[in-house]
């Protein structure tokens, strides 16, 4: 019942931004953390950025400070706001949450379905 909903992806020139957003919904108990992870052709899914409950977060080398991870707690939402984009960095993006729904005791996580961003050069 639980569901990540995604939007911002797109087509930006090589030094533009873009800001993703990532909902989740339906029967959640908690949240212990939400991220942003990338797959681009031919190469394997890697982690983007990542905040914990406590508000820790973590960035992948490749794109500190140039990528922001933020979150609203009261929409369970969380944000990705990519600034400086590369070329490289053209991928299809998709959002991850580990959390607690209303049904099932433990945590389990759960993936959306993807949006792509294309950096042209």
């Known amino acids: 019942q639980v569901q990540l909903v995604e939007s911002g992806g797109g087509l930006v020139q090589a030094g533009g931004s873009l800001r993703l957003s990532c909902a989740a919904s339906?029967?959640?108990?908690?949240?212990?953390?939400m991220g942003w992870y990338r797959q681009a052709p031919g190469k394997q899914r890697g982690l983007v950025a990542r905040i914990i409950s406590g508000g820790t977060t973590n960035y992948a080398d490749s794109v500190k400070g140039r990528f922001t991870i933020s979150r609203d707690n009261a929409n369970n939402t969380v944000y990705l706001q990519m600034n400086s984009l590369k070329p490289e960095d053209t991928a299809v993006y998709y959002c991850n949450a580990v959390l607690i729904s209303g049904v099932v005791p433990n945590p389990r996580s759960y993936w959306g379905q993807g949006t792509q961003v294309t950096v042209s050069s």
């Open positions: 339906g029967s959640i108990f908690s949240i212990n953390a």
